[in-house]
């Protein structure tokens, strides 16, 4: 079972705009990381925030912890054609062995 | 170099056969994993490894086995493939410090079709 869910599945936007995509879950979490991948290629960590943490940047990136709602939000300002890929979240469970399990992913189409 | 090489990148195999893919990591890591990708449906977790003598079933391990042969190798086998394995495969290592996981680096993927 997955315990994080990406929403929207997919998202399709010009450049120059933000694009957000949100990440909801069951259990309480110790860590959740964001994650992108480029078709076909492999996972590039994108950003980790703690259960203890609510907001953290990298860059253009900005990642939101709500942990009372069991969910996160991702937003890309000023999106390139570069970003165009998917996003996945992933979360481990707290007072388990902290195993990241992984979300469905957004579909992220950057248009020129 | 890359911290997390997987061999092969591609393979095309027949229904029966047996396979391996195999994951080498330079990170110094402890914690290895497989996860199995398929459209739609995210990344699954196979197996997991918290150190050499310590191997651990995931969600979707039927089908699977794997060995940890170092602390740099974790390999994954396929007994006998089915084409409903045919997939893209990660290997994944990430650390544990302070009671508290990290990071996972991810391999570049094996595209595996069972034919």
């Known amino acids: 079972s997955q315990q994080g869910e990406e929403d929207p599945q997919a998202l399709s936007i010009q450049e120059g705009e933000n694009a957000t995509m949100n990440c909801s879950y069951k259990?309480?979490?110790?860590?959740l990381q964001w994650y992108r991948q480029n078709s076909g290629r492999g996972l590039v960590h994108l950003i980790l925030?703690?259960?203890?943490?609510r907001e953290k940047h990298s860059g253009r990136l900005r990642v939101t912890l709500d942990t009372s709602k069991k969910s996160s939000s991702l937003l890309i300002t000023a999106s390139r054609a570069a970003d165009t890929a998917s996003y996945f979240c992933?979360?481990?469970?707290?007072?388990?062995?902290?195993?990241?399990?992984f979300g469905r992913g957004t579909s992220l189409i950057v248009h020129p | 170099d890359a911290d997390v090489t997987q061999t092969p990148r591609n393979r095309i195999t027949k229904t029966g056969k047996r396979i391996m893919l195999e994951c080498s990591q330079t990170k110094g890591h402890d914690r290895m994993y497989w996860y199995r990708q398929d459209p739609g449906l995210g990344l699954r977790l196979i197996y997991y490894s918290f150190d050499v003598k310590d191997i651990n079933k995931g969600e979707i391990s039927d089908g699977y086995s794997v060995s940890r042969q170092a602390q740099a190798k974790f390999s994954l086998s396929l007994e006998s493939a089915i084409p409903n394995q045919t997939a893209l495969y990660f290997c994944?290592?990430?650390?544990?410090?302070?009671?508290?996981?990290?990071?996972?680096?991810f391999g570049p993927g094996t595209r595996l079709l069972v034919l």
């Open positions: 259990t309480s979490i110790n860590n």
């Open positions: 994944a290592t990430s650390d544990f410090t302070s009671g508290r996981q990290e990071t996972q680096y």
């Open positions: 992933a979360t481990d469970s707290s007072g388990g062995s902290y195993i990241p399990t």
């Open positions: 925030i703690r259960s203890n943490e």
